[in-house]
């Protein structure tokens, strides 16, 4: 990266007479003298409160170019919202403008409070020509850099979303990078846009340590706040799969080899624990993605191995499925999760919804029911009951067993005297 920089800026040096103005623009700021001698008098204007405004639209730019004299337009725009998008008859263009500031407006770059917030120009017409709400800010493309960033080393993203601001120090935030892999991760996201200047965060701050000096970040609007949640979660399924290929041996012979209480201890500390809280939020539906995409990942290369989520069954939906074809002898696992609820209780469903009717061609079904908890963000206990076929085809249901962690933190099995 800094090789092709400095090649650039090599070409503009020889061509100084032929340049009288050169306005470059980029993700990231480098320090420029490492580059050439021919960039040490660029001004970075990037917080300079004259420059503030010059880009994105204002609320009286959206007013004049979008609302004064067109009626007629936005009369439309509001029908198929009405229409297509849940919003009531008595929504009114008044709220229309309150909703496109919510969405799509925010961005701010001065520390001066009289500055006016921008709005994202691109979002904006794309909602005009639309005529509906959109994520256009990330489908226009991420930065590179932030989703190599991420990928690198996803627990640098640890982001506060409660917080309405972000602290950061004043040299920490202009000093400029000297390589892609020294931004400290909050100007780094305000390079690439999912953070922008607060004014009012040192008022809004109460650390009783806070400085004047400091500078403040936000998430500009709910477009590149929800945009960040969705780069997030779709490179933390790709890691949660990666994870899960580390275990396929070594998981797939505890299975075939009925040793419940290790298969339990790898989901609890190889699947959840390194999920943790960035993956897990406390849904019955975020245990099963992260269990799911680690077990997907466990049997990636085992062809023998199929699994499934949410997959039609009897009267209801499997939370996973796994089947395993190894030679003859199929045998199909059936999951069922629930949040904070005894692990029976899950087993008890996966038998009144006919969980595993569908699947009578096997030779085995394994019924597993798992009490996830939403405090500890793990599972807890769990209940084993395998189904054997006799020798005249039919079905032989065996007493469940019955597993909890103990004070160590492990699966063991519970013996009932």
């Known amino acids: 990266m800094l090789a092709v920089l400095s090649s650039f800026f090599k070409v503009l040096k020889g061509s100084q007479k032929d340049c009288k103005f050169i306005f470059v623009t980029g993700v990231t700021k480098f320090h420029l003298s490492g580059l ?14 004259d420059y503030a405004e010059m880009l994105g639209y204002t609320d009286k730019d959206i007013e004049k170019l979008f609302f004064n004299d067109k009626h007629t337009y936005i009369n439309t725009v509001i029908i198929n919202l009405r229409e297509n998008w849940y919003k009531g008859e008595s929504y009114t ?5 309150q909703e496109l500031k919510d969405y799509y407006n925010g961005y701010c770059f001065s520390r001066n409070k009289g500055i006016k917030r921008m709005y994202n120009p691109d979002s904006i017409l794309k909602f005009f020509r639309d005529k509906a709400f959109g994520n256009y800010w990330s489908n226009s493309g991420n930065p590179a850099i932030l989703l190599q960033q991420i990928r690198n080393d996803i627990n640098r993203f640890t982001i506060a979303w409660n917080k309405s601001s972000l602290a950061i120090n004043k040299l920490d935030f ?17 390079q690439t846009g999912y953070l922008t200047l607060d004014p009012n965060g040192f008022k809004e701050d109460i650390r009783e340590d806070k400085n004047a000096t400091d500078y403040y970040l936000k998430f500009p609007n709910e477009e590149v706040r929800s945009a960040l949640k969705s780069t997030l979660i779709k490179i933390m399924d790709e890691v949660q799969e ?16 009925k040793k419940w209480s290790v298969f339990l201890n790898y989901i609890r500390s190889d699947c959840l624990a390194k999920a943790g809280y960035r993956f897990l939020d406390k849904t019955e539906r975020s245990f099963q993605r992260a269990l799911y995409l680690f077990l997907n990942g466990v049997f990636h290369a085992t062809h023998d191995m199929q699994t499934s989520a949410e997959s039609d069954s009897g009267i209801g939906r499997t939370d ?66 395998v189904h054997q076929k006799d020798e005249q085809d039919n079905f032989r249901e065996v007493v469940y067993t019955h597993f909890t962690v103990d004070q160590s933190g492990y699966f063991k099995e519970v013996i009932n005297q």
């Open 36 to 49: 050439t001698s021919g960039a040490n008098s660029a001004n970075d204007i990037s917080l300079h409160e």
């Open 93 to 97: 263009d008044e709220q229309l403008k």
């Open 174 to 190: 202009e000093n400029l990078a000297g390589s892609l892999s020294k931004i400290p991760l909050l100007p780094l996201m305000y």
């Open 242 to 257: 990666e994870t899960g290929k580390q275990y396929s041996t070594s998981i797939l012979n505890t299975l075939r080899n």
């Open 320 to 385: 996973i499925v796994m089947e395993d074809h190894r030679n003859d002898q199929r045998a199909v696992y059936i999951f069922e999760l629930k949040i904070d609820r005894p692990a029976l209780e899950a087993l008890t469903q996966i038998h009144s919804k006919d969980y595993s009717i569908k699947y009578g061609s096997c030779s085995e079904k394994i019924l597993i029911g798992i009490t996830c908890d939403a405090a500890k963000l793990n599972i807890t206990e769990a209940i084993v009951q």
